[in-house]
T-cell receptor, first 117, second 114 residues
Framework: GAVVSQHPSWVICKSGTSVKIECRSLDFQATTMFWYRQFPKQSLMLMATSNEGSKATYEQGVEKDKFLINHASLTLSTLTVTSAHPEDSSFYIC?????????????FGEGSWLTVV | AQSVTQLDSQVPVFEEAPVELRCNYSSSVSVYLFWYVQYPNQGLQLLLKYLSGSTLVKGINGFEAEFNKSQTSFHLRKPSVHISDTAEYFCAVSVRGSQGNLIFGKGTKLSVKP
C-alpha cells in the first residue's frame, strides 16, 4: 500500500534554533500535503495545506513565518520550525493526498516528535 | 463550518466484550467520514471510511461503522475487542469536493483490560 514517510521521527533542538521535518510520499505523487499538530492528549489540528509548486495555505492562528512549508516536488514537503521555543514542542503529522487515486485517498505519516529545550 | 464531537474521552472495556465509540458531526454541506486509530507514539492509521453507498462500512481489525444521516452520527463498533485494540481513536470528516483536509474529533481513548 501507499506509504508516507516522515523524518526525523524524534528531534530535540535548542531554543532559538530551527528544525526541518520532511514528509515524503514513497510510492505515489502527492499534489496536496497537509501538516497537522497534536498536543499531548489532544486532537490533531490542521496547520496548513500545501500544494506542489505553490505557496502553502495556513490556518487561522498559524504563523506562516514561523512554520515554513515547502512543497517543491510531488513527493516531498518540508516543515521548518524557525526560532523554535519550548511551546513549539509537539507531535507534528503530515498527510498526503494521492493524485489519481480518488478524491479522498489520504495517507498519514508516522509523525515527528519535536522537543525544544 | 464543520465540527466533530466524540462524546466519550475514555472508554474502558474488558477483553472480548463489544464496544461502541460514538461520533457525531455537524456540517451544512456533504462530508466524507473517517475513523483513524493512533497507537502510542505513532501516527494515524485509517480504520475505515464512508464516502457513499451502503451506510454500514467495514474496516480493518474487525471494526465497522454505520453512517446515520438523520442523526448525523458515525459510530464505530467492534463485537469483541482484544488487548491490542487499546489505542486512541479519532473520528474525522472532510468536505466533499475539498482538497481533503480533515477535521478531527478530540479522540476517544479505548482501554481494553484482561
Amino acid at each position: 500500500g501507499a506509504v508516507v514517510s516522515q523524518h526525523p521521527s524524534w528531534v530535540i533542538c535548542k531554543s532559538g534554533t530551527s528544525v526541518k521535518i520532511e514528509c515524503r510520499s514513497l510510492d505515489f505523487q502527492a499534489t496536496t500535503m497537509f501538516w497537522y499538530r497534536q498536543f499531548p492528549k489532544q486532537s490533531l489540528m490542521l496547520m496548513a495545506t500545501s500544494n506542489e509548486g505553490s505557496k502553502a495555505t495556513y490556518e487561522q492562528g498559524v504563523e506562516k513565518d514561523k512554520f515554513l512549508i515547502n512543497h517543491a516536488s510531488l513527493t516531498l514537503s518540508t516543515l521548518t520550525v524557525t526560532s523554535a521555543h519550548p511551546e513549539d514542542s509537539s507531535f507534528y503529522i503530515c498527510s498526503a493526498r494521492s493524485q489519481g487515486r480518488g478524491e479522498n485517498t489520504i495517507y498519514f505519516g508516522e509523525g515527528s516528535w519535536l522537543t525544544v529545550v | 463550518a464543520q465540527s466533530v464531537t466524540q462524546l466519550d474521552s475514555q472508554v474502558p472495556v474488558f477483553e472480548e466484550a463489544p464496544v461502541e465509540l460514538r461520533c457525531n458531526y455537524s456540517s451544512s454541506v456533504s462530508v466524507y467520514l473517517f475513523w483513524y486509530v493512533q497507537y502510542p507514539n505513532q501516527g494515524l492509521q485509517l480504520l475505515l471510511k464512508y464516502l457513499s453507498g451502503s451506510t454500514l462500512v467495514k474496516g480493518i481489525n474487525g471494526f465497522e461503522a454505520e453512517f446515520n444521516k438523520s442523526q448525523t452520527s458515525f459510530h464505530l463498533r467492534k463485537p469483541s475487542v482484544h488487548i491490542s485494540d487499546t489505542a486512541e481513536y479519532f473520528c474525522a470528516v472532510s468536505v466533499r469536493g475539498s482538497q481533503g483536509n480533515l477535521i478531527f474529533g478530540k479522540g476517544t481513548k479505548l482501554s481494553v483490560k484482561p
